[in-house]
Nanobody, 120 residues
Framework: QVQLVESGGGLVQAGGSLRLSCAAS????????MGWYRQAPGKQRELVAT???????NYADSMKGRFTISNDNAKNTVYLQMGSLKPEDTAVYYC??????????????WGKGTLVTVSS
């Protein structure tokens, strides 16, 4: 019933920039937050950044100053602007959606992921 469509991944050189997008659609009662996580080869999935629909943001320490998360409430969309990219940023980036159901139960959804490759 709920779909997350990610876009914007690709191949860039070190020092370059990319903007990721994730649009949520379907039967959504209320969005609590959306965010981005990433998983590099041989490593566990880690937090990149989240943003609540109330406007609060949270970043992993290694992303601060380089990445910026934002949202468009009307379009149920979250963005991740990535700058000063490093080879270490190479990973599959996953969109996460947190919603509240009609009976006020929290529920999470994950996108399929979009690949970001940073060459040196």
């Amino acid at each position: 019933q709920v779909q997350l469509v990610e876009s914007g991944g690709g191949l860039v050189q070190a020092g370059g920039s990319l903007r990721l997008s994730c649009a949520a659609s379907g039967s959504i009662f209320r969005i609590n937050y959306m965010g981005w996580y990433r998983q590099a080869p041989g490593k566990q999935r880690e937090l990149v950044a989240t943003i609540t629909w109330g406007g609060s943001t949270n970043y992993a320490d290694s992303m601060k100053g380089r990445f910026t998360i934002s949202n468009d409430n009307a379009k149920n969309t979250v963005y991740l602007q990535m700058g000063s990219l490093k080879p270490e940023d190479t990973a599959v980036y996953y969109c996460k959606l947190g919603v509240t159901t009609r009976d006020y139960y929290p529920l999470n959804y994950w996108g399929k992921g979009t690949l970001v490759t940073v060459s040196s």
